[in-house]
């Protein structure tokens, strides 16, 4: 019964053992994958820019903080 809880974890180590220890040590060392230089290295691992969370939320901006104007004809 514990040993199948653990094959999953057993299997990302087997498959991909260079990006499960990168996983397994940056939550160790409770580093966040959205600071430099972290998310440079990724960015450059997957071969593009990923969009942040913020950015793809509801399509804003996330550097425009505060009331925004419109104008209505």
Do not use: H, Y
């Not at 397994?24 to 960015?43: Q, Y």
């Amino acid at each position: 019964m514990f040993l199948d809880e653990l094959s999953p974890i057993m299997q990302g180590l087997v498959q991909q053992p260079v990006a499960f220890l990168g996983g397994f040590c940056a939550g160790v060392l409770r580093l966040n994958l959205e600071e430099d230089p972290i998310k440079s290295w990724l960015d450059q691992q997957i071969g593009g820019v990923s969009p942040s969370p913020t950015e793809t939320q509801n399509g804003q901006n996330p550097k425009a903080k505060g009331p925004q104007t419109i104008s209505i004809d």
